[in-house]
């Protein structure tokens, strides 16, 4: 089949940019001719895909985005393909891949009045139920039962379009045997001190993620700990002004090494002593697991999707809602506990050898190629 990719942009250190070229790569081993629309690439392009900038530009991302959808449907209606993917929310999909979360959850609870009356929750609340409202006929795959359940409640959508994945962990993030000489060898290269504990962060959205959290978490360990040495390694491609500024408000900016975006993450996981992740709101999380299956224990809060992982693997802690820093505090002290540590490595690589992790992509290519060929028979019929 031929098939049409949309995502507005694509740069090679977000989660669900990855996801989007293995999907692309996982179509393209079924046989499937893969064209890509998007507004902004960074990175390498994908090998044998037809990659089709869509030139739009404007003030606001929402009059962007109606641009980059009324472009894109010109496009189609002259050059027709047998199936839409989309991995952002806009009008026209036949398949949706649900990376991110509910926007009118977030909307009613985490906004005001007055910002719901805006053209931006306007245009994005459109978007959001162009692919989930009743009416609509966008299959779904989803990688997060929590999201899910906050779909159905403001969508009602039809359970029958909407379809779970497991997750895709990259098989290059397991710990092998090789991993002992690859955490000696990288924290060599950073110049870690021996018995230094290394907390890593990883995530481009450093606001999202919370960054701000981990810094005071940090903090708070310095200031309990005084002579244990330790810091914080942040990897990801966003703004770090105002996270220089607060580590240097809290008097540990020499503890906090921002490294930017980085092709080794599987070697800082496996150099690495505790993942922390205490995200304001992440459908999913894939590092959670990619810390998993690396050995790596995991701080992280309940409202990321994969978070239920580390808890059923005993690997790490997961911070209940409502948020609350002290928790944070307290869970990066007790990692500080070798021993803790270990266990919680020990049934995370069980956990990890036991469980499907891996499959998202291929089977999520299996799926699409079924839901497209049913469509194609209904619309023969």
Same mark, same amino acid.
């Not at 609340?125 to 359940?149: H, N, P, Q």
């Not at 993620?209 to 330790?230: C, F, S, V």
């Not at 490294?259 to 800082?268: E, F, H, S, T, Y």
């Given at each position: 089949?031929?098939? !049409?990719?949309?995502?507005?942009?694509?740069?090679?250190?977000?989660?669900?940019? #990855?996801?989007?070229?293995?999907?692309?790569?996982?179509?393209?081993?079924?046989?499937?001719?893969?064209?890509?629309?998007?507004?902004?690439?960074?990175?390498?392009?994908?090998? /044998?895909?037809?990659?089709?900038?869509?030139?739009?530009?404007?003030?606001?991302?929402?009059?962007?985005?109606?641009?980059?959808?009324?472009?894109?449907?010109?496009?189609?209606?002259?050059?027709?393909?047998?199936?839409?993917? =989309?991995?952002?929310?806009?009008?026209?999909?036949?398949?949706?891949?649900?990376?991110?979360?509910?926007?009118? /959850?977030?909307?009613?609870?985490?906004? =005001?009045?007055?910002?719901?009356?805006?053209?931006?929750?306007?245009?994005?609340?459109?978007?959001?139920?162009?692919?989930?409202?009743?009416?609509?006929?966008?299959?779904?795959?989803?990688?997060?039962?929590?999201?899910? !359940?906050?779909?159905?409640?403001?969508?009602?959508?039809?359970?029958?379009?909407?379809?779970?994945?497991?997750?895709?962990?990259? #098989?290059?993030?397991?710990?092998?045997?090789? !991993?002992?000489?690859?955490?000696?060898?990288?924290?060599?290269?950073?110049?870690?001190?021996?018995?230094?504990?290394?907390?890593?962060?990883?995530?481009?959205?450093?606001?999202?993620?919370?960054?701000?959290?981990?810094?005071?978490?940090?903090?708070?360990?310095?200031?309990?700990?005084?002579?244990?040495?330790?810091?914080?390694?942040?990897? &990801?491609?966003?703004?770090?002004?105002?996270?220089?500024?607060? !580590?240097?408000?809290? &008097?540990?900016?020499?503890?906090?090494?921002?490294?930017? =975006?980085?092709?080794?993450?599987?070697?800082?996981?496996?150099?690495? /002593?505790?993942?922390?992740?205490?995200?304001?709101?992440?459908?999913?999380?894939?590092?959670?697991?990619?810390?998993?299956?690396?050995?790596?224990?995991?701080?992280?809060?309940?409202?990321?999707?994969?978070?239920?992982?580390?808890?059923?693997?005993?690997? &790490?802690?997961?911070?209940?809602?409502?948020?609350?820093?002290?928790?944070?505090?307290?869970?990066?002290? #007790?990692?500080?506990?070798?021993?803790?540590?270990?266990?919680?490595?020990?049934?995370?690589?069980?956990?990890?050898?036991?469980?499907?992790?891996?499959?998202?992509?291929?089977?999520?290519?299996?799926?699409?190629?079924?839901?497209?060929?049913?469509?194609?028979?209904?619309?023969?019929?």
């Amino acid at each position: 089949m031929r098939l !049409a990719l949309l995502l507005y942009k694509y740069f090679p250190y977000g989660g669900m940019q #990855r996801d989007f070229r293995r999907f692309v790569e996982a179509l393209q081993a079924r046989g499937h001719h893969c064209r890509v629309y998007y507004n902004s690439w960074q990175g390498d392009e994908i090998a /044998d895909a037809e990659l089709r900038r869509v030139p739009v530009s404007a003030r606001s991302n929402h009059l962007r985005n109606e641009r980059f959808s009324a472009w894109v449907e010109r496009d189609l209606d002259q050059d027709p393909v047998d199936g839409v993917i =989309g991995f952002n929310k806009m009008p026209g999909l036949d398949v949706y891949y649900a990376a991110d979360s509910c926007y009118l /959850d977030k909307a009613f609870n985490e906004r =005001g009045r007055l910002y719901r009356m805006s053209k931006r929750f306007r245009h994005f609340a459109a978007y959001e139920e162009a692919v989930f409202g009743r009416d609509s006929a966008t299959e779904i795959l989803l990688i997060s039962e929590t999201e899910k !359940a906050k779909f159905l409640h403001y969508y009602q959508t039809p359970e029958a379009r909407m379809h779970m994945l497991p997750p895709g962990i990259s #098989r290059d993030r397991c710990a092998g045997e090789d !991993a002992p000489a690859r955490r000696r060898a990288t924290r060599a290269a950073l110049a870690v001190a021996e018995g230094e504990q290394v907390f890593l962060f990883v995530g481009s959205g450093f606001i999202k993620k919370g960054l701000d959290r981990a810094i005071r978490g940090l903090a708070n360990a310095r200031a309990e700990q005084p002579h244990h040495p330790m810091r914080l390694l942040v990897v &990801g491609q966003d703004r770090e002004r105002r996270f220089r500024r607060l !580590a240097k408000k809290l &008097g540990i900016a020499d503890c906090v090494h921002f490294l930017g =975006g980085r092709d080794d993450v599987a070697d800082l996981l496996l150099a690495a /002593d505790t993942l922390v992740h205490p995200a304001l709101d992440e459908a999913a999380g894939i590092v959670l697991l990619e810390a998993l299956v690396a050995g790596l224990p995991v701080i992280t809060t309940d409202v990321c999707g994969y978070a239920h992982h580390i808890a059923d693997a005993r690997a &790490g802690m997961v911070l209940r809602s409502p948020y609350s820093q002290d928790d944070l505090n307290t869970a990066l002290l #007790r990692s500080l506990d070798g021993v803790y540590r270990s266990q919680c490595r020990e049934t995370g690589l069980t956990y990890a050898r036991l469980t499907d992790l891996y499959s998202m992509h291929a089977t999520g290519a299996q799926l699409i190629e079924q839901l497209l060929q049913g469509k194609q028979g209904n619309e023969n019929a």
